[in-house]
C-alpha cells in the first residue's frame, strides 16, 4: 500500500535549536498538510498546499514556524528556533481529492528540552 | 462555537459486542463531508470511514457502518464485533464545502475487553 513517508520518526533537541520535519506524500496526491497534535489542543492544522503552492498557514505561528514544498515529493516543516512549547505530534497528510480521505503518516515526535 | 463535538471521552465495550461512538457536527454549508479515524497506541492515523452530505446511503466498511443522521447533524461510529485490537482514540472529522480543511473532534478512547 502506498503511505506518507515522514522523518525523521522521533526528535529530541534543546530549545532555540532548528528543527526540520520531512514528508514524502503518497505518489500522485497533490494536496499536503501538516497537523500538530498536542494533549490540551488536540488535532490542529499547520499549513496545507495545493499543487505545492501554500493555500492556508493561518494555523501556523508566522514568527518561528516556515512550510515549503520543493517539489512535488517533499514537504518541509520548519521550527526556529525551537521552543519547550512546540513539543508535540507532528503529522503530514496527503490527498487527491476533496471527497477522498487524507491519508496520514506515521508523524514525528518531536521533543524540546 | 465548536463544529465537530464527541462527548464521550471514554468507552467501554465487550469483545464481540457492538458499540456506537457518537459524533455531532455544526455546518451551514449543505456540502460538507464527515470523516472517521483510529489512533492506536503506536500514534498513526488510519481512515475508517467516509460520509458526504449527498450520500443517500449510510456508508459502511466491512464492520464499520456510519449512522449518518443529517437532520439531527450526526455522524456516529458503529463497529460491530468489536475486537481486541478495535481499542483505540477514535477520531471524528468533518470537511465544510469545497475546502480541504478537516476539522477533527476531541476524539473518543475506545477500550474493548476480554
Known amino acids: 500500500d502506498a503511505r506518507v513517508t515522514q522523518t525523521p520518526r522521533h526528535k529530541v533537541t534543546e530549545m532555540g535549536q532548528e528543527v526540520t520535519m520531512r514528508c514524502q506524500p503518497i505518489?500522485?496526491?497533490?494536496?499536503v498538510f501538516w497537523y500538530r497534535q498536542t494533549m490540551m489542543q488536540g488535532l490542529e492544522l499547520l499549513a496545507y498546499?495545493?499543487?505545492?503552492?501554500?493555500?492556508?498557514d493561518s494555523g501556523m505561528p508566522k514568527d518561528r514556524f516556515s512550510a515549503e514544498m520543493p517539489d512535488a515529493t517533499l514537504a518541509t516543516l520548519k521550527i526556529q528556533p525551537s521552543e519547550p512549547r512546540d513539543s508535540a505530534v507532528y503529522f503530514c497528510?496527503?490527498?487527491?481529492?476533496?471527497?477522498?480521505?487524507?491519508?496520514f503518516g506515521d508523524g514525528t515526535r518531536l521533543s524540546i528540552l | 462555537a465548536q463544529k465537530i463535538t464527541q462527548t464521550q471521552p471514554g468507552m467501554f465495550v465487550q469483545e464481540k459486542e457492538a458499540v456506537t461512538l457518537d459524533c455531532t457536527y455544526d455546518?451551514?454549508?449543505?456540502?460538507?463531508?464527515l470523516f472517521w479515524y483510529k489512533q492506536p497506541s503506536s500514534g498513526e492515523m488510519i481512515f475508517l470511514i467516509y460520509q458526504g452530505s449527498y450520500d443517500q446511503q449510510n456508508a459502511t466498511e466491512g464492520r464499520y457502518s456510519l449512522n449518518f443522521q443529517k437532520a439531527r447533524k450526526s455522524a456516529n461510529l458503529v463497529i460491530s464485533a468489536s475486537q481486541l485490537g478495535d481499542s483505540a482514540m477514535y477520531f471524528c472529522?468533518?470537511?465544510?464545502?469545497?475546502?480541504?480543511?478537516?476539522?477533527f473532534g476531541t476524539g473518543t478512547r475506545l477500550k474493548v475487553l476480554a
Open positions: 505518489l500522485g496526491h497533490n494536496t
Open positions: 455546518t451551514s454549508d449543505p456540502s460538507y463531508g
Open positions: 472529522a468533518m470537511r465544510e464545502g469545497g475546502t480541504y480543511k478537516y476539522i
Open positions: 497528510a496527503s490527498g487527491l481529492v476533496v471527497n477522498q480521505p487524507q491519508h
Open positions: 498546499f495545493r499543487n505545492r503552492a501554500p493555500l492556508d
